[in-house]
């Protein structure tokens, strides 16, 4: 299901999915609409805008938490015209896979945004690259993420984005044996716990950055 209030952006999304044998059942233009159309048929996935009427601040990741809490077999991949660091990882951070944060742009490379869809319908996690990588860079000389090296940045932000060793391992050339040496360290520095399940790796990630961003900001109500 799609949820945009831009019917262009909305219709045209719609068609290239259906050219890409990805089945849309249905369309909103608010959260409001949305939520009994979730109700009556949910989908493996609702793709929608973050921002939607009435306010245009945060329709779109309410409604995500909300489809979460009732039906949570239903992924949700909320889009951004911008990188938004706190509304990131309040959605993020507490879910338990099915879930992703990407910026409208991504839409443009087809064949990444089908495997991001592909992805949180299988009980995956997908983050903004984008987003990942301006939270590793901001450090400070008593930061922990000090201590990593520059390859151990490149695989906790592959890590952070929901690849498994095997895509890391193919993204940078290295073998699986030392992608899964560089987990080892990045988790022994971060002191985080190193754990076989993809998405449980991911939020240990996200809890941390969380804490190195501060708490998010509470949910707009309107």
Do not use: C, W
Not at 36 to 62: F, H, N, Q, S
Not at 75 to 88: I, K, M
Not at 99 to 121: E, M, P, Q, S, W
Request: no cysteine; charged share 25%.
């Amino acid at each position: 299901m799609l949820a945009d209030d831009a019917v262009v952006i909305r219709e045209g999304l719609a068609r290239l999915l259906r050219d890409h044998d990805v089945e849309v059942i249905g369309q909103a233009g608010t959260a409001d609409e949305l939520m009994p159309m979730v109700a009556a048929d949910p989908p493996d996935v609702v793709v929608l805008d973050i921002k939607m009427p009435p306010t245009y601040r945060d329709e779109g990741l309410a409604a995500a938490h909300e489809i979460h809490r009732l039906y949570p077999d239903v992924g949700t991949l909320v889009l951004s015209q911008y990188v938004d660091v706190d509304y990131a990882l309040t959605l993020l951070t507490g879910a338990s896979g099915r879930v992703g944060y990407l910026l409208k742009d991504r839409i443009a490379d087809v064949a990444d945004f089908i495997a991001a869809l592909r992805r949180i319908a299988n009980g995956g996690t997908v983050i903004e690259p984008s987003l990942v990588t301006e939270l590793l860079s901001a450090t400070s000389a008593r930061d922990p993420m000090a201590a990593l090296t520059p390859r151990e940045r490149e695989v906790l932000a592959l890590v952070a984005q929901g690849r498994t060793d095997r895509g890391i391992s193919k993204e940078l050339f290295i073998t699986q044996k030392t992608v899964e040496a560089h987990i080892r360290s990045i988790f022994s520095k971060l002191d985080l716990p190193v754990d076989s399940s993809e998405n449980r790796r991911v939020h240990a990630v996200l809890a941390f950055l969380q804490f190195k961003e501060g708490a998010p900001r509470p949910l707009q109500k309107g």
